[in-house]
């Protein structure tokens, strides 16, 4: 199985470069200007997307590639492929967090406006938003693969192969879908982990269906690094 830290390094370096896209945009696009930022968002808007679609998807492959490497550790021949569901889910996470990103410009966009400028900290609020991105795909992926994929006999999925290509999915023939998966919630397990937040959830699994599921970031702080990780039986 893949290191952790070989992902999170993978992780920070993409949250790391979609920072410096994003203020490199605020800063010459919105920073300073007078036009409001809905007015902005309609022009802009398909490019924030662009921006934020290539990162989360390159993330989200990550996520992908982590389920697939906790199978290989079992079955050398498996092979996961990316279907029509995660397609959506990366189109629905861009869609979602480029309206995250716009909010935030305004919020920043109003404090510009006012004389004293309180609590102006335009790099730090970007950087919420590059982690938001980055964390929540590879999560969402984890999430999302975790319920499709657990090792089962070849006899059972010839079985459902129907249903397989019914729900649009390509999954290696040693394999088969199951109603849930589980996943671990796992911190950095440094000195910059929330004591009073995350590590206390640190090693806790659940089934992706439970409605108690803590998914990192938009369920526990901003700026999160914490991740979840396949548990396959």
């Known amino acids: 199985m893949v290191n952790n830290r070989v992902v999170t390094n993978k992780l920070d370096r993409l949250e790391r470069s979609l920072k410096r ?12 200007s007078l036009i409001p930022v809905d007015i902005l968002k309609q022009k802009y808007d398909q490019k924030v997307k662009d921006i934020i679609r290539s990162t989360a998807q390159e993330s989200y492959l990550i996520g992908t590639d982590r389920v697939a490497s906790a199978v290989l550790a079992n079955d050398k021949e498996f092979q996961l ?106 911190t950095k397990r440094d000195g910059k982990v929330d004591k009073d937040i995350c590590q206390p959830l640190d090693g806790i699994t659940w089934f992706v269906d439970d409605p108690s599921l803590i998914e990192p970031p938009e369920m526990t702080h901003p700026n999160c690094r914490c991740t979840l990780e396949p548990v396959l039986d």
Request: no cysteine; hydrophobic share 40%; glycine share 4%.
């Open 21 to 32: 896209k994003l203020l490199s945009f605020y800063n010459s696009v919105i920073a300073g």
């Open 81 to 186: 492929f990316i279907t029509t569901l995660d397609l959506n889910n990366i189109t629905t996470l861009t869609d979602r967090l480029a309206n995250d990103f716009w909010n935030t410009a305004q919020r920043l966009q109003d404090r510009e406006n006012t004389i004293d400028k309180p609590n102006l900290d335009t790099k730090a609020a970007l950087t919420g938003i590059a982690a938001a991105i980055t964390f929540s795909a590879f999560n969402n992926a984890i999430k999302s693969k975790s319920t499709q994929i657990t090792q089962g006999s070849i006899e059972n999925i010839r079985a459902n192969n129907d249903q397989f290509i019914a729900d649009n999915l390509s999954l290696d023939i040693n394999f088969e879908i199951r109603p849930v998966g589980r996943v671990m919630f796992v």
